[in-house]
């Protein structure tokens, strides 16, 4: 049972404070509240009229990750997946904190790459690294990253915001995530390359809406990112909204890939509307906000595209509703969906 | 290779969405912008005048604790290691958000009782958990906490405020966790019952100067925690003070038991000056604040002790020494220590 920190300095071979120095101060420049990850703290202040958003998420080798994915690709899957929660919730993303547990024998060169990716979407979503540990694991790689972002006081775009009569909105497509793990698991082999490629990369690395979040501030009446599904997370929104909702399945948008896999696939639609790992934004806003939004979309090159509405629940369920083009209900087994 | 959030749900036996509602959410009860953890970020905001402080810290099952410690006290290790810092840089800790990694087969019994760990220490540091994540891992059980606290803007307390002149000051006793940790090693076989279980105490449970650490706002140049050890910080702070300091050993703080353990330990006082984990605070102040200092001291009840000076530095190494009670300089080898 060794100390907190001497043992893990005394285990690395770079040397921990080296590692920090070479890979990872270079992420706290622009930041001075990070001290250049010489400090034993980051300060960080939310602007004035800000409050500041925080979020965490980890991701562990063998679970989320194969341990042979890219280093930088894991490092930036990592990170997005906390700064699409930002986005989802209107907040701007300025900052994040790093836990990197590593095993004995990491090479220095996936550290090199590690930091790489995490440089990249810095550069991208214009966002420092403030604050860090690393410690060694016997277990896999896992990264813990809590990120945290500004938003005007007050204006979070919580679940619970919902009105009945609300249409319901995603952004982008969904579905391609979870196709492309289908692919990565060697499934849709009728599939061809190029649309298998754009499925795995939409499962290996998200795009978080980053500009579109704070922009529905004043629009969107609830919201949250789709990590767990489509019909999951609207789950979530209408629980908490104390809320049902009614999907007509054929405004669902899909890549041309997704349809593609769709008509390979015994899974079907329902893949979609149940995959998890999208990071597209599902959100409700009244029906007068409709136009803004078009504009909005347009301005940003972001599909958003009405798929339903929210409705009155009849029970305490919350459940969502998924309609087929007649208006008739589709109904989800563990099978997979089927009509009544 | 699993999709984020949906596989971690499924393999979790008591399911995610269940375990934080029983155990994690009553966590977050009485800070607001935690939302009661139902949503997917959490909000906070400085008080007027005031700027946030960020830390973050993990710690590993088998490496910085064993896995059959009681999870109370592991929950309490993750967190206070966390607090410590923010306590040494002037902050007072406002919440903390979790990632938490858990091997298939922890017992819900493990997880309440790690709850029920952090839960007093929430009341004993007036802390509340904002946000986390739980996720399974086929290492073993991991926590990173990120702990969130706020200090009056640009007053942090840097590790690089040091002036030559300044007095070194420590808190409480120094050297009692690395005992602690020989004793739980199995050495120290002399030592009387109730030194060695005092001695395993403060190495299994730090108690961060939460309520002191604050106060030294206006007093103290440099500060940081001990967690590498006595020199090991101290030399932190030097180096980026641009100073070296002369430590006088009679002075440094030390606890009955660990006066016991030296007498029986071939070791020494070096295990005091070099072992780590002691989670005191070591700071430098003016020669003015001493008496500020003192009655601080005993307001508190903690005490603060001078041990040494702040010196200008003869190379860029920037190293503290060390010197006996007749001013002879002792030197550090890896075999312990000696007298030149």
């Known amino acids: 049972m ?46 004035p009229g800000m409050e500041l958003v925080a979020k965490t998420d980890a991701i562990v080798g063998g679970v989320h990750f194969l341990p042979s994915d890219p280093a930088g690709l ?16 209107g907040a701007v993303p300025r900052a994040y904190l790093l836990d990197l547990l590593l095993p004995e024998g990491v090479e220095e060169s996936w550290i090199a790459a590690f930091a790489g990716g995490l440089g990249e979407d810095q550069a991208l979503y214009g966002v420092h690294l403030i604050g860090g540990d ?24 919580r679940r619970g915001g919902a009105s009945a009569g609300d249409a319901l909105y995603v952004t982008g497509t969904v579905g391609d995530a979870a196709f492309g793990l289908r692919v990565l698991k060697g499934a849709l082999a009728a599939l061809d390359e190029s649309a298998a490629a754009f499925l795995t990369g939409r499962y290996r690395l998200p795009e978080p809406r980053v500009a579109l ?14 990590s767990d599904g489509l019909l999951a997370d ?34 079907g639609l329902a893949v979609a509307l149940a995959g998890g790992d999208d990071y597209e934004i599902l959100f409700t806003a009244p029906k007068s906000a409709a136009s803004a939004l078009a504009r909005l979309s347009r301005d940003l090159s972001v599909p958003i595209t009405v798929i339903g509405e929210m409705v009155r629940s009849v029970d305490e369920k919350h459940l969502p509703a998924v309609i087929d083009e007649s208006g008739r209900e589709i109904a989800f087994s563990s099978a997979g969906w089927t009509h009544f």
């Open 2 to 47: 060794p100390s907190k920190k001497s043992e893990r300095t005394q285990k690395e071979p770079l040397g921990e404070f080296a590692l920090i120095a070479r890979y990872f101060a270079p992420l706290a420049r622009g930041f001075p509240g990070a001290y250049g990850l010489e400090d034993d703290v980051a300060v960080i202040a939310p602007s």
């Open 234 to 267: 609207l789950k979530h929104l209408c629980e908490v909204s104390r809320l049902s909702a009614v999907v007509e399945a054929p405004r669902v948008p899909l890549s041309p890939a997704a349809k593609a896999a769709i008509a390979v696939s015994e899974e």
């Open 213 to 226: 979040g704070p922009r529905l501030l004043g629009l969107a009446s609830a919201a949250l990112d789709i």
């Open 74 to 89: 894991v490092a930036k899957k990592a990170l997005r997946v906390n700064l699409s929660d930002l986005a989802a919730k």
């Open 134 to 157: 690393t410690d060694r694991t016997p277990g896999p790689v896992a990264i813990a990253i809590t990120a945290l972002g500004e938003i005007p006081q007050g204006r979070t775009i």
